[in-house]
């Protein structure tokens, strides 16, 4: 069974880096979209960034120019470096995939188990 698990969260002062990453198993064939959200305590989940099969990107706006999302389609892991971290970023981050391709079908809306990320000010 496909499943997501991320690794890399923290406590960093503001103005530092992390780097999260997130790696799929299970039988996997393709992976469609993979990609970050954040929730942050009291707010609703939010997209932080994707990136397509083909390499595709799309960034939240308070994000651009200091995050940034990889992935490597043979390994079907996904990266998010994030640098110059504001206290605004703190939240638990979620690896998300969209649709994943197994040897037994289609999984869709594949969520990882969230990894703390704390940015003291």
């Known amino acids: 069974q496909a499943q997501l698990v991320e690794s890399g969260g923290g406590l960093v002062q503001a103005g530092g880096s992390l780097r999260l990453s997130c790696a799929a198993s299970?039988?996997?064939?393709?992976?469609?979209?993979m990609g970050w959200y954040r929730q942050a305590p009291g707010k609703q989940r939010e997209l932080v960034a994707h990136?397509?099969?083909?390499?595709?990107?799309n960034y939240a706006d308070s994000v651009k120019g200091r995050f940034t999302i990889s992935r490597d389609n043979a390994k079907n892991t996904v990266s998010l470096q994030m640098n110059s971290l504001k206290p605004e970023d703190t939240a638990v981050y979620y690896c998300?995939?969209?649709?994943?391709?197994?040897?037994?079908?289609?999984?869709?809306?594949?969520w990882g188990q969230g990894t703390q990320v704390t940015v003291s000010s």
């Open positions: 299970g039988g996997i064939f393709r992976i469609n979209v």
């Open positions: 990136v397509t099969s083909g390499g595709g990107t």
């Open positions: 998300y995939a969209d649709r994943i391709t197994t040897s037994v079908g289609y999984k869709y809306d594949n």
